[in-house]
């Protein structure tokens, strides 16, 4: 197996016998993981070639690309149910059980840019004043 080959076989692992409902699907679902394999080579081999870097470097860069972009997602989510949520935010607590943070955490994951972001999304301003704002009250 080349490397980019055994590169794609990690990133789109098979399934194991057992975990495929119905069972009667194994045999499908191993297709299509072999055919994202291939997708995957595919692309690899051709990213590689075109930009004179290591797959196996491209593929971490790409997992770190994914990684930023959820904790990103994660920071929204936070600001959502602390800033926007109904008359009540979420606990700090909850949150950070749920979001793998510490309950600190959660209260400094998030700021006033994620804030923006979300209210610009759904349409609305935050149910509590900005940080900024609560900032400047208290001086």
Not at 86 to 112: C, I, N
């Amino acid at each position: 197996m080349h490397s980019i080959d055994e590169l794609a076989a990690l990133r789109n692992p098979l399934p194991l016998p057992g975990t495929v409902t119905p069972e009667d699907c194994y045999t499908d679902a191993c297709e299509q993981v072999e055919e994202q394999r291939k997708k995957d080579a595919l692309h690899l081999e051709a990213a590689s070639d075109d930009l004179q870097v290591d797959p196996l470097l491209l593929a971490l860069d790409d997992l770190k690309t994914q990684k930023e972009a959820i904790h990103a997602e994660i920071r929204r989510l936070l600001a959502y149910g602390r800033e926007f949520h109904g008359s009540r935010p979420y606990g700090l607590e909850e949150l950070a059980r749920h979001a793998g943070y510490s309950f600190s955490g959660v209260r400094t994951a998030y700021g006033d840019k994620e804030i923006q972001y979300v209210a610009d999304q759904i349409g609305r301003e935050a149910n509590r004043p900005s940080r900024t704002g609560r900032a400047k009250d208290t001086l």
